[in-house]
């Protein structure tokens, strides 16, 4: 089964469609002129439309100093605030999360929200977006993770390490490889179910029958302007029993769990209830 992550990111978005007057803001702090980067922040700015929330985008230049760009994000007055990664290299990225307060952070990559997902798991309000949208995708199938060996390839901060984190909260059997990792195929084909955030053409190329394979990866293509994923997907998916194509695949449903950030924290400051994921068992923070 191929995964049609449009079609599930769509159906999602209008279920956290604002209808109230005073609505949230999202402010996006863009750097430079990367066309990647720029497709990304339209993306997120027509989610922003399709939900009928505010968004305000501040473009700076290319050269932009730490310290001017610090100040800024300081002044905003915005519900939710991101910076679009990647950075130049002359900034700081970690300094620069860590200057939007964490209450703010709806891509969830400030120390003090990932140190909660550490402990609180799913029972957190606002989630890092690419590892939500990857349980989002599991819960929508009804995917059992419970004892299962989970192959997660990547570690980094944005994807691998949140996720794996939150799978054994599921209490899956966690795998997590990385560039140093040594027969990497070995820790694939043992999988059940293997998740690859690494950002490398054809890096999962056979996996066991039946495994189901989800591709956070992008690169681009060999062909100009397009985009790829990990897997070798035509080999692939006449092996998998789900699998998730890239484009279309996980990053519209990314946007998607970015739009559901900005809910919770609107949500949280009106004291309403927050969206928590209904399908947590009582267990879930044994360990
Ligand atoms: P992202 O933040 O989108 O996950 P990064 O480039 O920050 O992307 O991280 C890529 C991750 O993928 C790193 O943890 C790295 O160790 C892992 N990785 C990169 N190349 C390989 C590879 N060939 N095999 C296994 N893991 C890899």
């Known amino acids: ?38 497709s990304y922040v339209n993306r997120k700015l027509k989610a922003c439309q399709e939900i009928n929330v505010d968004a305000e985008l501040f473009n700076f230049s290319e050269n932009v100093e730490q310290d001017q760009l610090i100040k800024h994000i300081q002044s905003m007055n915005h519900d939710g605030i991101l910076v679009q990664l990647p950075l130049p290299l002359h900034l700081n990225k970690l300094d620069i999360i860590h200057s939007i307060p964490y209450e703010k952070d709806v891509d969830c990559l400030h120390m003090h929200n990932l140190q909660r997902i550490l402990v609180y798991g799913e029972l957190c309000e606002m989630l890092p977006c690419t590892p939500a949208a990857v349980l989002q995708i599991l819960d929508y199938y009804d995917v059992n993770v419970i004892g299962k060996k989970v192959t997660v390839i990547g570690r980094s901060f944005l994807v691998g390490l949140p996720l794996s984190v939150l799978l054994q ?97 609107w949500k949280k400051k009106q004291g309403q209830p927050v969206y928590i994921n209904p399908k947590l068992s009582d267990a879930y923070l044994n360990d």
């Open 169 to 265: 909260k599921r209490n899956a059997t966690v795998t997590v490889c990385h560039r140093e990792t040594l027969n990497l195929d070995q820790h694939i084909m043992n999988a059940d179910i293997v998740i690859s955030a690494a950002g490398h053409p054809k890096l999962v190329r056979n996996v066991k029958q039946g495994a189901i394979v989800i591709d956070v990866g992008i690169s681009q293509g060999e062909q100009k302007g397009r985009i790829v994923g990990d897997v070798d997907f035509d080999v692939v998916k006449n092996q998998a029993s789900l699998i998730t194509p890239v484009p279309g695949g996980v990053g519209p449903m990314t946007v998607c769990m970015l739009m559901r950030n900005l809910c919770n924290i």
């Open 1 to 38: 089964m191929i995964f049609n992550g449009n079609q599930l990111a769509n159906s999602i978005l209008q279920t956290l469609r604002v209808t109230s007057k005073i609505k949230p803001k999202l402010g996006i702090c863009l750097v430079g002129d990367s066309p990647a980067s720029k």
